[in-house]
Protein backbone atom coordinates (compact mmCIF):
# COMPACT_ATOMS: atom_id res chain seq x y z
CA UNK A 1 0.00 0.00 0.00
CA UNK A 2 1.63 3.22 -1.21
CA UNK A 3 -0.06 6.34 1.00
CA UNK A 4 -0.26 9.72 -0.17
CA UNK A 5 -1.92 12.90 0.20
CA UNK A 6 -4.16 14.87 -1.84
CA UNK A 7 -1.57 17.42 -2.82
CA UNK A 8 0.83 14.38 -3.60
CA UNK A 9 -1.67 12.31 -5.50
CA UNK A 10 -3.34 14.51 -7.32
CA UNK A 11 -7.09 13.51 -8.36
CA UNK A 12 -6.06 14.27 -12.41
CA UNK A 13 -2.74 11.63 -12.20
CA UNK A 14 -4.66 9.12 -9.82
CA UNK A 15 -5.86 6.78 -12.42
CA UNK A 16 -2.65 6.56 -14.64
CA UNK A 17 -0.41 6.14 -11.58
CA UNK A 18 -2.73 3.24 -10.74
CA UNK A 19 -2.46 1.67 -13.86
CA UNK A 20 0.98 1.92 -13.85
CA UNK A 21 1.10 -0.18 -10.39
CA UNK A 22 1.43 -4.22 -10.76
CA UNK A 23 -1.88 -5.66 -8.92
CA UNK A 24 -0.06 -6.23 -5.32
CA UNK A 25 0.45 -2.27 -5.18
CA UNK A 26 -2.72 0.05 -4.15
CA UNK A 27 -2.33 3.64 -4.26
CA UNK A 28 -4.39 4.93 -1.57
CA UNK A 29 -5.00 8.98 -1.73
CA UNK A 30 -6.63 10.14 0.96
CA UNK A 31 -6.59 13.97 2.77
CA UNK A 32 -3.01 12.68 5.43
CA UNK A 33 -0.23 10.30 4.39
CA UNK A 34 -0.37 8.91 7.43
CA UNK A 35 -1.45 5.21 8.19
CA UNK A 36 -5.04 4.78 10.21
CA UNK A 37 -6.61 2.15 11.75
CA UNK A 38 -9.21 2.08 8.66
CA UNK A 39 -6.07 1.71 6.54
CA UNK A 40 -4.64 -1.03 8.11
CA UNK A 41 -8.07 -2.54 8.74
CA UNK A 42 -8.11 -2.41 4.66
CA UNK A 43 -4.69 -3.94 4.54
CA UNK A 44 -5.54 -6.81 6.97
CA UNK A 45 -8.69 -7.46 4.14
CA UNK A 46 -6.29 -7.80 1.65
CA UNK A 47 -3.65 -9.85 2.97
CA UNK A 48 -6.34 -12.26 3.81
CA UNK A 49 -7.37 -12.06 -0.02
CA UNK A 50 -3.65 -12.74 -0.73
CA UNK A 51 -3.24 -15.56 1.57
CA UNK A 52 -6.97 -17.10 0.60
CA UNK A 53 -5.14 -19.91 -1.39
CA UNK A 54 -2.60 -21.12 1.35
CA UNK A 55 -4.83 -20.50 4.70
CA UNK A 56 -5.89 -24.48 5.04
CA UNK A 57 -2.51 -25.29 5.80
CA UNK A 58 -1.33 -22.38 7.44
CA UNK A 59 -2.06 -20.15 10.28
CA UNK A 60 -1.02 -16.80 9.41
CA UNK A 61 0.44 -14.67 11.84
CA UNK A 62 1.23 -10.82 11.78
CA UNK A 63 4.01 -9.47 14.16
CA UNK A 64 2.76 -5.89 14.51
CA UNK A 65 4.28 -3.30 16.47
CA UNK A 66 2.51 -1.26 19.26
CA UNK A 67 1.74 2.37 17.46
CA UNK A 68 -2.04 2.81 19.04
CA UNK A 69 -3.89 1.76 15.86
CA UNK A 70 -2.49 -1.52 15.27
CA UNK A 71 -3.94 -3.18 18.32
CA UNK A 72 -7.69 -1.07 18.14
CA UNK A 73 -11.20 -2.44 18.03
CA UNK A 74 -10.53 -2.16 14.49
CA UNK A 75 -7.49 -3.65 13.21
CA UNK A 76 -8.02 -6.70 15.76
CA UNK A 77 -11.67 -7.37 14.61
CA UNK A 78 -10.39 -7.28 10.87
CA UNK A 79 -7.65 -9.52 12.00
CA UNK A 80 -9.88 -11.69 13.79
CA UNK A 81 -12.67 -11.98 11.22
CA UNK A 82 -9.59 -12.81 8.68
CA UNK A 83 -8.23 -15.29 10.59
CA UNK A 84 -4.87 -13.91 11.09
CA UNK A 85 -3.32 -14.21 14.88
CA UNK A 86 -1.51 -10.77 15.73
CA UNK A 87 1.42 -10.73 17.52
CA UNK A 88 2.24 -7.38 19.53
CA UNK A 89 5.62 -6.65 19.17
CA UNK A 90 7.15 -4.74 22.16
CA UNK A 91 8.34 -0.84 22.32
CA UNK A 92 11.86 -0.22 21.20
CA UNK A 93 12.36 -4.21 20.19
CA UNK A 94 10.75 -4.03 16.77
CA UNK A 95 14.76 -3.88 15.73
CA UNK A 96 15.12 -7.26 17.13
CA UNK A 97 11.86 -9.25 16.97
CA UNK A 98 10.15 -7.60 13.43
CA UNK A 99 11.22 -9.35 10.47
CA UNK A 100 10.40 -5.78 8.37
CA UNK A 101 12.73 -4.11 10.42
CA UNK A 102 15.07 -6.75 10.85
CA UNK A 103 15.27 -7.83 7.03
CA UNK A 104 13.27 -5.69 4.47
CA UNK A 105 13.96 -2.10 5.20
CA UNK A 106 16.99 -1.53 4.84
CA UNK A 107 17.66 -3.66 1.38
CA UNK A 108 14.37 -2.42 0.33
CA UNK A 109 15.74 1.18 0.80
CA UNK A 110 19.16 0.57 -1.00
CA UNK A 111 16.74 -0.98 -3.94
CA UNK A 112 14.38 1.96 -3.99
CA UNK A 113 17.60 4.43 -4.05
CA UNK A 114 19.38 2.34 -6.96
CA UNK A 115 16.23 2.37 -8.81
CA UNK A 116 15.10 6.40 -8.59
CA UNK A 117 18.70 6.96 -9.32
CA UNK A 118 18.59 5.22 -12.74
CA UNK A 119 15.48 7.06 -13.42
CA UNK A 120 17.27 10.20 -12.87
CA UNK A 121 20.25 9.26 -15.13
CA UNK A 122 17.78 8.03 -17.85
CA UNK A 123 16.77 11.61 -18.19
CA UNK A 124 18.25 14.72 -19.79
CA UNK A 125 17.78 16.99 -16.87
CA UNK A 126 17.95 14.53 -13.95
CA UNK A 127 14.80 15.55 -12.75
CA UNK A 128 11.78 12.70 -11.97
CA UNK A 129 8.23 12.71 -11.64
CA UNK A 130 6.05 10.70 -9.67
CA UNK A 131 5.40 8.97 -12.61
CA UNK A 132 8.96 8.43 -13.13
CA UNK A 133 8.84 7.35 -8.76
CA UNK A 134 6.25 4.94 -8.79
CA UNK A 135 7.88 2.74 -10.77
CA UNK A 136 11.09 3.12 -8.97
CA UNK A 137 8.87 1.83 -5.67
CA UNK A 138 7.21 -1.21 -7.61
CA UNK A 139 10.96 -2.09 -8.70
CA UNK A 140 11.81 -2.03 -5.35
CA UNK A 141 8.51 -4.38 -3.68
CA UNK A 142 9.08 -6.77 -6.68
CA UNK A 143 13.12 -7.14 -5.93
CA UNK A 144 13.11 -6.89 -1.93
CA UNK A 145 9.96 -7.63 -0.96
CA UNK A 146 8.63 -10.48 -3.14
CA UNK A 147 12.14 -11.50 -4.64
CA UNK A 148 13.68 -13.18 -1.21
CA UNK A 149 12.87 -16.23 0.67
CA UNK A 150 11.63 -14.61 4.03
CA UNK A 151 11.43 -18.07 6.44
CA UNK A 152 15.03 -17.36 7.29
CA UNK A 153 13.99 -13.87 8.39
CA UNK A 154 11.10 -14.93 10.32
CA UNK A 155 13.01 -17.97 11.75
CA UNK A 156 15.85 -15.41 13.18
CA UNK A 157 13.52 -13.26 14.63
CA UNK A 158 11.70 -16.40 16.66
CA UNK A 159 8.39 -16.94 14.60
CA UNK A 160 9.29 -20.20 12.87
CA UNK A 161 10.50 -23.81 13.67
CA UNK A 162 9.69 -23.74 17.18
CA UNK A 163 12.49 -20.91 17.62
CA UNK A 164 15.08 -23.92 16.74
CA UNK A 165 17.08 -21.09 14.60
CA UNK A 166 17.16 -18.21 16.58
CA UNK A 167 19.60 -15.51 15.75
CA UNK A 168 22.78 -14.82 18.18
CA UNK A 169 21.66 -10.74 19.08
Known amino acids: FLLGNERTLPIRELAALRASCPPNVHIVR ?4 WNSHLICARIVRTLRAALEPHMGGYQPVLPLDTVKFHYGQTVLAACRRAGIWVILVPPRLTWLLQPKDTSAFHPFKVALAQAYLRARAST ?17 IRT ?9 AFDGNGFGRQQAQLSSL
Do not use: M, Y
Open 124 to 140: ADGQTSLSDFIPCICTA
Open 30 to 33: QKSA
Open 144 to 152: ILQGREWAG
